[in-house]
């Protein structure tokens, strides 16, 4: 038997608790691994609150992520005791997920834990810093450099945001941290960031063009902000694009792309394939100040996990939420 969160539904209504259930109730796959860590990711609190449909089908176990221990495996590049680490590929969504002691899934998601990080570390990146890493390539392959000029991240006090602005800084990147929390000031300089932008500027319908400011930005709020960040890039600035916190609009005119050449690049970490993965959590490990990864991480036992998500929903975590299912 092991402890997991269980989402169900009862007359229509979504419910979650804590249940035991038995290992021939883990769903198909090749490797099934003990967990060690998990996090909890905007997604994850949107399914645990029942505020966006993410579970597919039911009963499901929520948690997009998971570090923790094969402990058998009929898969040939995995064998008991290896590391391992998953984000993604509908993990949680339609198939049991992060959030319990175990997990059976196809091998193929699983990619080795990454030296020199802990499963702890791992999980203190997780979903969010392999996104935030993933925002971080997509402007280096459309050419943007520090020389260009300020780098604007949305949601900076946030789990993408934050790792976002870490690494942008330790690259060498001026970097903007636009954030609702003014409080969070003294936190964002200690990551990197050299100004404070306050998300009330970017949250009202604005100009089809506005001052350019920008050399490149990582959007996780979407909807009115994007449409405003979009506006306020430099000629042949670059938006990467990942989250919908300010919602799933887009309410943009065309006029930043067709008269200032700038590129919106979308970014998916869930079916991202499995060498773009491996590339992200390798520059994690080189462009990520293992220090500074450590201030952003909050652990929350995994009792009190279901309780953590609202404040979540809410945008009242900073940084990072560390799970230990069965971390030392
Ligand atoms: P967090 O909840 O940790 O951070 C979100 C941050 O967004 C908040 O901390 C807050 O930062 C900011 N925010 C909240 N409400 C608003 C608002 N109305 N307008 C503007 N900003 C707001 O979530 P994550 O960092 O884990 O995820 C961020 C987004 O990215 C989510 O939408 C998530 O779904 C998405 N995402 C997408 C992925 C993909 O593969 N495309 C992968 C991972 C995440 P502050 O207080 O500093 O303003």
């Keep these: 038997m092991f402890k997991a969160i269980v989402l169900d539904k009862a007359e229509d209504q979504q419910t979650v608790a804590f249940k035991e259930l038995d290992e021939a109730q883990l769903p198909e796959g090749d490797v ?65 997920g992060g959030l319990a002691e175990k997990v059976r899934v196809p091998g193929d998601w699983l990619i080795p834990l990454q030296t020199p990080f802990t499963e702890r570390q791992a999980m203190g990146l997780g979903t969010a810093g392999y996104t935030a890493m993933l925002c971080v390539l997509a402007l280096e392959k459309q050419g943007v450099k520090p020389e260009d000029g300020p780098i604007l991240v949305t949601g900076a006090a946030g789990g993408v945001g934050s790792v976002a602005v870490a690494v942008l800084a330790k690259l060498g990147y001026d970097v903007a941290a636009m954030t609702g929390r ?59 694009a990942c989250g919908l916190a300010a919602g799933m609009g887009f309410p943009a005119t065309v006029a930043p792309f067709i008269l200032r050449g700038v590129t919106l690049v979308g970014v998916d970490s869930v079916m991202a394939p499995k060498a773009e993965r491996l590339e992200a959590w390798k520059r994690l490990a080189q462009d990520l100040d293992i220090n500074k990864l450590e201030n952003l991480i909050t652990d929350v036992p995994f009792e009190q996990v279901i309780d953590q998500a609202p404040l979540m929903m809410k945008g009242q975590i900073r940084g990072r939420i560390v799970v230990p299912v069965a971390g030392e």
């Excluded at 003990?34 to 449909?53: C, E, H, I, Q, W």
């Excluded at 998971?66 to 590391?83: H, T, Y």
């Excluded at 970017?202 to 994007?226: F, H, M, N, T």
């Design 182 to 240: 003014p409080e969070e000031a003294d936190f964002l300089k200690m990551l990197g960031a050299s100004s404070i932008v306050d998300r009330a500027e970017y949250s009202e319908k604005g100009r089809p063009l506005a001052k350019e400011q920008w050399a490149g930005a990582i959007d996780v709020a979407g909807g009115q902000v994007l449409a405003n960040v979009c506006a306020a890039m430099k000629y042949r600035g670059v938006v990467a």
């Design 32 to 96: 099934t691994v003990r967990v060690a860590y998990s996090t909890m990711n905007y997604k994850d609190a949107l399914a645990l609150t029942g505020s966006a449909p993410i579970a597919k089908s039911y009963p499901m176990v929520p948690g997009i992520d998971f570090a923790g221990v094969v402990e058998s495996s009929d898969n040939p590049d995995f064998k008991p005791g290896d590391q391992v680490v998953l984000n993604g590929w509908g993990v949680g969504e339609k198939h049991w």
